[in-house]
């Protein structure tokens, strides 16, 4: 587990957002780590829509996650992430973790890339912005 996160967003499970079972169903896992890159970028001054407007598109090219423990009704969690360059891609590594104790739920990496005027591109300036210096190649 990372010791720190470049953003942190704190969010509970909804009702409609469960299955048979009692338990989030895997897909909105997706949603809430899409919810979380949103947040963070809007946090940061920067909308998708802007961007769209501009003819630049973020899009999600990869997403692998590892569900480790359930979530269910009513409990709260902390959607985690950080966020590094490789080459044209940017990567997010997001956790969540069900609060209080943060027991490791989901482990999630995604990776964007950008179109501009529908055509991929090694990044625009906005996002680079937000990547750590340290983490970029």
Known sequence: ??????????????????????????????????????????????????????????VVARITMQFKQPLRSKDEF?????????????????????LPERTLCNRAKVEIVCLVDGRLTRGVAELDALVPPETRS
């Open 78 to 98: 902390a959607s985690c992430m950080n966020v590094r360059k490789e080459g044209f891609k940017y990567v997010f590594l997001q956790d969540i973790y069900r």
């Open 1 to 58: 587990m990372p010791s720190t996160y470049l953003y942190e967003l704190k969010m509970k499970v909804r009702d409609y957002e469960c299955d048979l079972q009692g338990i989030v169903n895997n897909a909105n896992y997706q949603h809430y780590t899409e919810h979380t890159r949103h947040e963070f970028l809007l946090e940061q001054g920067i909308s998708f829509a802007d961007l769209h407007a501009r003819g630049i598109d973020a």
